[in-house]
């Protein structure tokens, strides 16, 4: 079992400036994705950004050139710095992680795709 737990988020104005963190906890072994998420009311919950274990980025046409994100694998954290917020960035955002671990001497491997509970951003002047 893996515990994925977000924080960070609240309430912040237009063009202004939101940090998002996410640690995972448990029987990690390793780990090979992690990701926001966010769903806005009514909507479709929709990937805001990924990075791979080798730190190769991804991001939705939406948020770039304003959110970055970045992790650190000895913290098993990951994190989304929001830049130059917008109404439109306001939704409850998800932590997201993918991995495996070791189930035998034989280097058998399971793997885990988890959530975290999300956190809630609100854009508002």
């Known amino acids: 079992q893996v515990q994925l737990v977000e924080s960070g988020g609240g309430l912040v104005q237009p063009g202004g400036s939101l940090r998002l963190s996410c640690v995972a906890s448990g029987r990690i072994g390793t780990i090979n994705d992690m990701g926001w998420y966010r769903q806005a009311p009514g909507k479709q919950r929709e990937l805001v950004a990924s990075i791979t274990n080798g730190g190769s980025t991804n991001y939705a046409d939406s948020v770039t050139g304003r959110f970055t994100i970045s992790k650190d694998n000895a913290k098993n954290s990951v994190y989304l710095e929001m830049n130059r917020v917008k109404f439109d960035d306001t939704a409850v955002y998800y932590c997201?992680?993918?991995?495996?671990?070791?189930?035998?001497?034989?280097?058998?491997?399971?793997?885990?795709?988890?959530w975290g509970q999300g956190t809630q951003v609100t854009v508002s002047s």
């Open positions: 997201h992680a993918k991995g495996s671990f070791v189930i035998s001497v034989e280097g058998a491997t399971r793997k885990w795709d988890y």
